[in-house]
């Protein structure tokens, strides 16, 4: 058959079981509300309970689960080209680098309110809010909305200088992310032409996952390489990370448990109702075997059918199961819950229907078709 | 066209075969009637002509070549292509609209359903099944559901068409209809075998074979 003839073939048997799912409202119907029950019964308990911890868990990564912090003294020796070094380690899906915080001013208010100044180094600073092509780098900063209200710069337009003397033009506000809420308020310099000699007092790592906080810190501080490893200390979230195992395993059990006993019962109701469906049109599938329809074509169609109104309950299953959990100010369990237990409703139907099937494909033509 | 060859075929716990070591050859272009009492074995005759059943020995010959033991999927396929068959009680699905009946074997034989929708409200033009086509069988009577059966059957032209007792209960205008539509399509070059108790349809054929 060619992938024309195919194509044909699919586009006919799926209009033949949408044609044969109407013909039959009654069994139709009740596969499609056994299907709408399970989705809603699935999405009302499972998807509740999976977006209520999404919701937790989303609470414990704002504490900064994956985050690890490194502080040096001044004279420890931790310098910039600690980012290199670490650039090699697996696991890591963002780091930078900090100066010891230097006290600004406003410069046109030199007595005014003193905020920590950093510089910053690293490749990736617009994760802190910098842009990514920033005008004048080394010559310009960025402050929070808290530094900028002290400093005196709402408008974020001005200047600021350093007790040490250097003055840097304020070009723009940035929202410090959780993990960084120690620095506030929060004034970056951004160093983007760093020689990697200019002395460091806070290293931040993200790693990919929570669970790798531990070796990654090990890695890190392995490669460290400063004069006096007595004054550095890491802060690392590893307790928040098992918590957030713990949270993530326990949740996560109960709703496979509650999901598994929800489809195995949607499949057997499925089954029966199609194998009831089946005895009734025994002479319905004799005609078919009689009149030239193949075994296969028998059994893709009961199928097809099946997908037809699985798919149907489906659908409707989810809208309404959306609607209820918004309107209860419940969480959504998100795109990717939703489309699994669409995936493993369909495969379930399909399963529980394959022995119908078959059993409806065997029917003998003279036995269903001939009149006493 | 089709030839059956010592055909012998028991049903499993029967205690002797329908018939055994029949032979018979059916030309195209010709009606062959297959009559007898009740009992002997016509319809099954006819279904393992129709390759639905497998003899218990002998052999079947569709255009020359052995067909009754090929496997299900291949006789199938010979069933849908080169057969068509009308049934005792017509058969129809009575879920499905009359058009849904008389083009159901495109699905089988893999052409469009639009051809075979254009072609199926011809044959109902042709035999007088003047019904809304979106009507279900239950709403005709039983004159007509049996004229629908004739044009599903011959929806595809079918080169052997097999019917069993297509007249059984049906008025003599209708028989007469059935009758001269079989004869027409033999006069097409087909080969046309029924079953029947009708003396007079028995008479309009051009062979009979007594059971």
């Known amino acids: 058959m060619t992938v024309a003839g195919f194509r044909l ?33 699935v999405m009302l308990t499972s998807g509740r309970t999976i977006g209520a911890e999404q919701k937790v868990l989303a609470s414990i990564d704002t504490a900064g689960t994956r985050t690890l912090q490194v502080r040096a003294e001044a004279d420890a020796g ?5 980012l290199t070094r670490i ?10 680098a900090f100066s010891a915080p230097v006290d600004a001013t406003n410069t046109v208010i030199p007595d005014g309110a003193r905020v920590p100044a950093r510089l910053a180094y690293g490749s990736h600073l617009e994760r ?18 808290a530094a900028l209200d002290l400093l005196g710069l709402p408008d974020v337009a001005g200047s600021i200088t350093t007790t040490t003397g250097s003055s840097y033009d304020v070009v723009g506000q940035i929202l410090p992310p959780e993990f960084l809420s120690g620095f506030e308020p929060a004034v970056f310099v ?13 290293l931040v790592v993200i790693t990919e996952d929570p669970a790798l906080v531990g070796p990654v810190s090990d890695a890190v501080l392995s490669v460290l390489a400063v004069d006096d490893p007595t004054k550095v200390t890491i802060q690392t979230s590893e307790e928040l990370a098992q918590l957030r195992l713990l949270v993530q395993s326990q949740l996560a059990s109960f709703s496979r448990g509650l999901v598994l006993v929800t489809l195995a019962t949607t499949g057997v109701l499925v089954a029966v109702i199609l194998f009831g469906l089946v005895m009734m049109r025994r002479r319905d599938f004799g005609r078919r075997r009689a009149l030239g329809a193949t075994r296969g074509l028998i059994v893709a169609l009961l199928l097809t059918q099946t997908a037809v109104l699985t798919l149907t309950g489906v659908g409707v299953g989810m809208v309404a199961s959306t609607i209820a959990l918004i309107a209860s100010g419940d969480p959504l369990p998100g795109p990717s819950f939703g489309a699994a237990i669409s995936m493993l409703t369909l495969a379930t139907t399909i399963g529980a229907a394959l022995l119908p099937a078959v059993f409806a494909s065997t029917r003998e033509p003279i036995r269903e078709l001939r009149v006493a | 066209m089709l030839r ?40 099954t005759l006819l279904y393992l002509l129709g390759l ?20 299900d999927s291949t006789r199938a396929h010979l069933r849908a292509k080169r057969f068509g068959f009308v049934f005792q009680d017509a058969a129809l699905d009575p879920t499905r609209t009359v058009i849904d009946n008389v083009t159901e074997t495109a699905l089988y034989r893999g052409v469009s359903r639009s051809a075979a929708a254009h072609r199926g409200r011809a044959l109902l033009d042709r035999f007088g099944v003047e019904v ?16 629908i059966a004739l044009c599903r059957a011959l929806l595809s032209a079918p080169a052997i068409l097999l019917a069993d007792e297509p007249t059984g209960n049906l008025d003599p205008v209708t028989t007469a209809v059935v009758v001269d539509a079989l004869r027409d399509h033999a006069a097409t070059g087909a080969t046309v075998i029924v079953v029947t108790h009708s003396p007079d349809v028995a008479a309009a054929c051009d062979r009979r074979i007594e059971l």
């Open chain 1, 9 to 41: 073939q699919v586009i006919a048997l799926t209009r033949e079981a949408w044609a044969t799912s109407i013909a039959q409202p009654v069994a139709s119907g009740v596969t499609v509300l056994v299907v709408i029950g399970m989705i809603l019964t």
């Open chain 1, 78 to 82: 931790l310098t910039a080209d600690v």
């Open chain 1, 87 to 96: 650039a090699h380690i697996h696991g890591i899906e963002w780091a930078a």
């Open chain 1, 128 to 145: 802190l809010g910098v842009p990514r092509g920033s005008p004048l780098p080394g010559a310009v900063a960025y402050a929070s909305p």
């Open chain 1, 190 to 202: 951004p160093q983007p032409h760093a020689t990697g000699s200019e002395a460091v007092a806070a």
């Open chain 2, 4 to 43: 059956a060859q010592n055909l012998t075929f028991g049903y499993p716990h029967a205690s002797e075969p329908a018939f055994a070591d029949w032979t018979a050859e059916f030309t195209a272009g010709t009606t062959t009637a297959l009559t007898g009492p009740s009992g002997r074995g016509k319809s």
């Open chain 2, 52 to 71: 639905m059943l497998r003899p218990t020995s002998g052999e079947i010959f569709v255009d020359g070549r052995p067909a009754s033991r090929s496997d």
């Open chain 2, 132 to 147: 809304p086509s979106n009507r279900k069988p239950g709403q005709v009577s039983g004159g007509q559901a049996q004229r």
